[in-house]
């Protein structure tokens, strides 16, 4: 099995929408831009938001597999993926690939 590097990239906010929606909350996000995981054998990394993980989850498990290609040439690197966690106020865009050590 390939090992996968999760990858924080971006985090969005909806300022408008969470003023519209979301009750006050003191406490959000805990994942930090540029914050790395490795998955060994497909499985959810340790201190990994199981909540984006569960997005995640699908893709990591067929990049471990060597499986990829997602959506017939979605990504430049066919062994990689950019997935969004579903929180819709703040989400976090996680980039997923494949390493070879």
Do not use: K
């Not at 995640?56 to 040439?73: P, S, W």
């Amino acid at each position: 099995m390939n090992r996968v590097r999760i990858t924080a990239v971006r985090q969005t906010e909806y300022p408008d929408l969470m003023a519209q929606y979301e009750n006050a909350i003191e406490h959000t996000c805990d994942v930090t831009m540029g914050q790395q995981w490795i998955s060994e054998d497909g499985r959810r990394p340790e201190g990994m938001c199981p909540s984006a993980w569960g997005v995640m989850r699908e893709f990591v498990e067929a990049l471990a597999r060597g499986e990829g290609n997602f959506f017939d040439g979605w990504m430049r690197n066919p062994m990689s993926a950019m997935i969004s966690c579903n929180d819709g106020f703040r989400p976090v865009s996680f980039y997923i690939e494949v390493i070879n050590d």
